[in-house]
Every structure is written in C-alpha cells, then in structure tokens.
C-alpha cells in the first residue's frame, strides 16, 4: 500500500519567541523536506512546504524506477507563519484535507510517513480516517514521541541502562545550572547548555573560559570570565527563558569535551525488531553539515561497542512503545572512547542518504561502500549540473557503484541548498570525487 510522506522538519515551538531560527535558515529547511522525495514508493503522497524542482522529482523517480507510477506532491496553503515550513493551520486546512483525502483514496495510501510526529500530524490522521496511520499511534498520541525527541530523558534513560554519557546532569533552575558549570569554567573546561527539544545543534550554547574555542553542535560560543560569578548568573539568568522553553522544560548541561567527532546511528524500530539503517559521522561547521559514511571511527576498538549500546538503546524504547525511525548521537573523544549524547524518534539528516544508499548500493551499503554527503551546494540549473557530472564522468555509474548521486534541489532558497551524495570504493577516492565535484560545480569550498 502507498503512504503519504508528511516534511513537518520542526515543531512549532523553536520557530517562536526568542527560540526562533532565522528566516533564511527556515527556507533552507524547507528546501532540505525536498529530499524526502527519496523516501517515496509507487504512488506515495508526498506533502512539503514548499513546491521542489520538477527536474529534481524526475531525477529522483528514475533513479528510484517509478517514473510509471510516480509519487504526488500536495502543498498546502500557507499559513500563518508563512510558508517555510508545515504546521497545525496549514495540514489542517479544509481544502488541503478534502484533496489528501481525494487522493489517499485514489492510490491507496493506508498510513502516515512524518517526519516529525507532533499534534499537527497525529490529528491529520485523524481527519484522514486511515485504516493504519501510524505505527503505535497509542503510545504517541500519550505523549510518547516527545519521550524519544527529549535530550533530558535520553539521559535518564541512558543512566537507567548504563550508557556511557559525557559528564552532566539536567538542572531545572539558574543556580541547579551554575551549580554544576561553575567548578569546571574555573578548572578551564567549557560546558554546552542544551535545550530539550531542538534539532541540528540549534538551541544549543556552549560556554568557554577562554577565548579561541570554534565548538560543533552548537549554535554559539559564549566567553565567560571563570573567576566571575556574578557574571555566570547573569548570563545564565538572561538566558534561561530561552534555554528552558519559558520555564516549560528542564535544560541538560555537559562538559563539552573539544577535539571530539560527532557520530551517528540510524535505527528502525517495528513491532518485531531493531533494525540498522546506517551510521556514520557529521561534518559540523559548526552545525550539521554533511555526513560521512562509514565513519573513520568505526576502526576504532570501541566501535562494536558503541553498536551494543545503540542497540540496547533501540530495544529499550522498543520496550516502551515507540515504533518508527530513530537516530542516536554520540561523540568519539580524544582518547577514543565513545560517549552518547542524545535520540531523536523521527526521520532524520541521513534516513534519505541511507535510502538511496539501500536502493543504488544495497541494504548494507557501507560495508563496501565509501559515501559522503555534502551539504550547502548550489547551482543555477539542476539540469546543467548533472549535464556537467556527466560530462566530467562523475555521474553515478549503477555498473561501478561509483560516482555522485543529487540527493537535495538548491530550488527556491536565497543560498545553497542542495546536497550531493559521492560514492566511491574508500574514503580517500570518496575525498579525491568530492574535490573533483568542487571544482567542476564551482561549489563553495569548506
């Protein structure tokens, strides 16, 4: 049965107030909900913010091999907040509804693909009286989703099984929050403040006892004098509103280790199992820029460790309830130990790589398989860039496994935003392929 693919990339809450992500990066994310379009079968529906490049849909179709049954895209009317990105009033607007509704009957469509499981999307499954909208559409509807997207319960999951976590502790108050950040800003270690729900390191700050910290996996770096007290609790008292969601939320606080790699796993949660989508590490500059897959990590001895933990990790809220795609994030520090940071119970940055990755590659692409995908690339004409890929023979050849894939349009966004996948035998022909792309595109060089 077909599924209507739901690009809702955020909650509403982190697009309000003082936790509002600039204009120009939400018409980034809007773009980047194009790329869902990987993750579509035969007669899927799928619904964006914003209208994607037709050229990129065709491109996508035939390298999938739908073009004879080919997806549907529906947009709906903007709304109040315009039309960056997908919320209650405009998946809830009576025309939209009556048209997916048309249309879910039409090609079959039996269940909700969202990125993000919010009010929004669980009260369009509702309206749409699908005969299975989403999977434990129980456990979310009690709140459950937001459980598996919450940084502080990821902790005290995390204690409860024994995974190794950077030193922290989530503190609900100003002075919980000095408390903890004051001794290691006076022993010369930086912290990172975390906000609860947010995505991409957004939402995140990391304070630093000195200067000349460049930091990933957050979206600033703050110099506080260590011996100065009253100067932390002022920053810390300014900042608390948007640090803790307006008092709603608690708020994690962690010595930030510097020199450590971000890493990820994808998992597949069903009834019956945990499965391995793929893992591999980000490229943070400072936020989520690109992946590299596998990671140069997983040579690491602690490597099959960290799949152990990753593992328990998805049994246990598989215990719990949730079912649906996950994505767990961890950091391998300077001495080559790996410690998680967080989950996150929805569609993630690498669920369309890891698609394309199982369609063009096989199910286990990274085993024999260097892939790296780069973000923030840009073009005038979809058309003229594979044109050129083609001609430069950095095309994707399906006979040799090798070459560049477009996994993201850079359509209807003021900067660059679409994404090239290159995929090469090893890492080093994969670096050798991406500064060939470079070149040859004139993309904008790291």
């Given at each position: 049965?077909a599924k209507?693919?739901?690009?809702?990339q955020?909650?509403?809450?982190?697009?309000?107030?003082?936790?509002?992500?600039?204009?120009e990066?939400?018409?980034?994310?809007?773009?980047?909900?194009?790329?869902?379009a990987?993750?579509?079968g035969?007669?899927?529906?799928?619904?964006?913010?914003?209208?994607?490049?037709?050229?990129?849909?065709?491109?996508?179709?035939?390298?999938?091999?739908i073009?004879?049954?080919?997806?549907?895209v529906?947009?709906?009317p903007?709304g109040?907040?315009?039309?960056?990105l997908?919320?209650?009033?405009?998946?809830?607007?009576?025309e939209?509804?009556?048209?997916?509704?048309?249309?879910?009957?039409?090609?079959?469509?039996?269940?909700l693909?969202?990125?993000?499981?919010d009010?929004?999307?669980?009260?369009?499954?509702?309206?749409?009286?699908?005969?299975?909208?989403?999977?434990?559409?129980?456990?979310?509807?009690?709140?459950?989703?937001?459980?598996?997207?919450?940084?502080?319960?990821?902790r005290?999951?995390?204690?409860?099984?024994?995974?190794?976590?950077?030193?922290?502790?989530?503190?609900?108050?100003?002075?919980?929050?000095?408390?903890?950040?004051?001794?290691?800003?006076?022993a010369?270690?930086?912290?990172?403040?975390?906000?609860?729900?947010?995505?991409?390191?957004?939402?995140?700050?990391?304070?630093a006892?000195?200067?000349?910290?460049?930091g990933?996996?957050?979206e600033?770096?703050?110099?506080?004098d260590?011996?100065?007290?009253?100067?932390?609790?002022?920053?810390?008292?300014?900042?608390?509103?948007?640090?803790?969601?307006?008092?709603?939320?608690?708020v994690?606080?962690?010595?930030?280790?510097?020199g450590s790699?971000?890493?990820?796993?994808e998992?597949y949660?069903?009834?019956?199992?945990?499965?391995?989508?793929?893992?591999?590490?980000?490229?943070?500059?400072?936020?989520?820029?690109?992946?590299?897959?596998?990671?140069?990590s997983a040579?690491?001895?602690?490597?099959?460790g960290?799949?152990?933990?990753?593992?328990?990790?998805?049994d246990?809220?598989?215990?719990?309830?949730?079912?649906g795609?996950?994505?767990?994030?961890?950091?391998v520090?300077?001495?080559?130990e790996i410690?998680?940071n967080?989950f996150?119970?929805r569609?993630?940055?690498?669920?369309?790589?890891?698609?394309i990755?199982?369609?063009?590659?096989?199910?286990?692409?990274?085993?024999?398989r260097?892939?790296?995908?780069r973000?923030?690339?840009?073009?005038?004409?979809?058309?003229?860039?594979?044109?050129?890929?083609?001609?430069?023979?950095?095309?994707?050849?399906?006979?040799t496994?090798?070459?560049?894939?477009?996994?993201?349009?850079s359509?209807?966004?003021?900067?660059?935003?679409?994404?090239?996948l290159?995929?090469?035998?090893?890492l080093?022909?994969?670096?050798?392929?991406?500064?060939?792309?470079?070149?040859?595109?004139?993309?904008?060089d790291?």
């Open positions: 049965m209507i693919i739901i690009g809702n955020l909650t509403e809450e982190t697009v309000e107030g003082d936790r509002a992500l600039p204009a990066y939400l018409t980034y994310l809007a773009a980047v909900t194009h790329r869902l990987w993750c579509a035969a007669n899927d529906i799928i619904v964006l913010p914003t209208e994607p490049d037709p050229e990129f849909l065709s491109y996508v179709w035939r390298r999938l091999g073009e004879d049954s080919r997806p549907v529906l947009v709906p903007p109040r907040q315009g039309s960056a997908l919320y209650d009033d405009r998946l809830h607007h009576p939209f509804v009556g048209q997916l509704q048309k249309l879910a009957a039409e090609r079959g469509a039996d269940r693909f969202p990125f993000y499981v009010s929004a999307t669980t009260g369009l499954a509702e309206s749409l009286e699908l005969k299975d909208p989403l999977p434990a559409a129980a456990f979310l509807r009690a709140g459950g989703n937001e459980l598996v997207n919450s940084k502080t319960f990821f005290t999951l995390a204690a409860g099984i024994g995974i190794p976590v950077p030193h922290g502790r989530t503190v609900a108050s100003v002075d919980e929050a000095a408390e903890f950040v004051r001794p290691l800003l006076r010369g270690q930086p912290v990172i403040v975390k906000q609860d729900v947010h995505g991409g390191g957004y939402g995140n700050e990391i304070l006892p000195a200067e000349g910290l460049q990933y996996g957050a600033r770096v703050t110099v506080l260590p011996l100065d007290d009253t100067a932390l609790l002022r920053h810390l008292t300014g900042s608390w509103d948007r640090y803790s969601h307006d008092g709603r939320r608690r994690v606080v962690e010595g930030y280790i510097d790699v971000p890493i990820y796993i998992l949660i069903t009834d019956e199992d945990v499965t391995t989508v793929g893992y591999g590490e980000m490229r943070m500059a400072p936020v989520n820029n690109g992946l590299v897959i596998p990671p140069p040579d690491l001895p602690s490597f099959p960290f799949l152990d933990h990753a593992r328990r990790v998805g246990t809220v598989r215990a719990l309830g949730y079912r795609p996950m994505s767990i994030d961890a950091i520090v300077p001495t080559g410690l998680f967080e996150n119970g569609v993630g940055g690498s669920t369309h790589i890891h698609r990755g199982a369609h063009l590659l096989g199910p286990e692409h990274w085993r024999d260097a892939l790296i995908a973000s923030r690339c840009g073009w005038d004409s979809l058309a003229r860039a594979v044109s050129t890929l083609e001609e430069q023979g950095l095309a994707f050849d399906p006979e496994r090798t070459g560049v894939v477009i996994a993201g349009d359509h209807g966004t003021p900067g660059p935003s679409g994404q090239c290159i995929v090469a035998p090893g080093p022909e994969a670096q050798a392929m991406e500064a060939r792309l470079i070149r040859v595109l004139g993309l904008e790291d």
